[in-house]
């Protein structure tokens, strides 16, 4: 069936490290966002990238959706990026099947 | 502020009880989206309204419905409440076709 995978699950680095958070899908994709759900809850969109490669500030995201994965890319962390990041695919059905998420933790 | 309203943020009622849900979507967006966000399942898609019309279904309860008025503002009711029912609820909008969807801020459902 169709399958969102997200890698690593949880990934705890001190402020100012680097990070990688990986998502595969299992079909082609007529769309993919990234959010970042903050400790309140809220879904934060990050990024909206079917195709390519985006930067925002200190995130950057690529899709290569030939080969049918993400990476959602984060540099110099700092404690308020913590929370949980989920990829989110859209199979051409306009519903969003997300990703099980990494749980990101950052210590001063 | 993604533009999309929802209401309550926060309910807690007893098994059994009937809640509603509001969700207004963002200004010029026809088609709105439920999911729920459980622990042990993860953010499921529920239900999409486009328009007025119900456009696609996805794993939502028997004991749950929804609607899209006029206004498109749209309702879910969660009826015969159990504890599993406790969740996150998000709606969205935006999404048709390729383009972004934008989540609301959710509403944090707790049955005791």
Do not use: M
């Amino acid at each position: 069936g169709i399958q969102v995978e997200q890698s690593p699950p949880d990934l705890i680095l001190q402020e100012g490290a680097n990070s990688t958070l990986r998502c595969n899908f299992s079909d082609s994709v007529n769309n993919l966002q990234w959010f970042h759900q903050n400790p309140w809850g809220q879904l934060i969109n990050l990024f909206y990238i079917p195709s390519g490669t985006k930067q925002n500030g200190r995130l950057s995201a690529t899709t290569v959706a030939t080969e049918r994965y993400s990476l959602l890319y984060i540099s110099s962390s700092q404690t308020t990026d913590s929370g949980v990041y989920f990829c989110a695919v859209n199979f051409g059905n306009e519903k969003l099947t997300f990703g099980t998420g990494t749980r990101l933790t950052i210590i001063p | 502020d993604s533009g999309v309203t929802q209401t309550p943020k926060h309910l807690i009622t007893a098994t059994g009880q009937r809640v509603t849900l509001r969700c207004s979507p963002r200004s010029g967006d026809l088609s709105v989206y439920w999911y729920q966000q459980s622990l042990d399942q993860g953010l499921q898609f529920l239900i999409q309204y486009y328009n007025g019309e119900e456009r696609a279904k996805g794993n939502i309860l028997e004991r749950f419905s929804a609607q899209q008025f006029p206004d498109l503002h749209s309702e879910l009711n969660l009826s015969s409440l159990e504890l599993g029912d406790s969740a996150l609820y998000f709606c969205a909008s935006g999404g048709q076709g390729d383009t972004e969807a934008f989540f609301g801020q959710g509403t944090r459902l707790t049955v005791v």
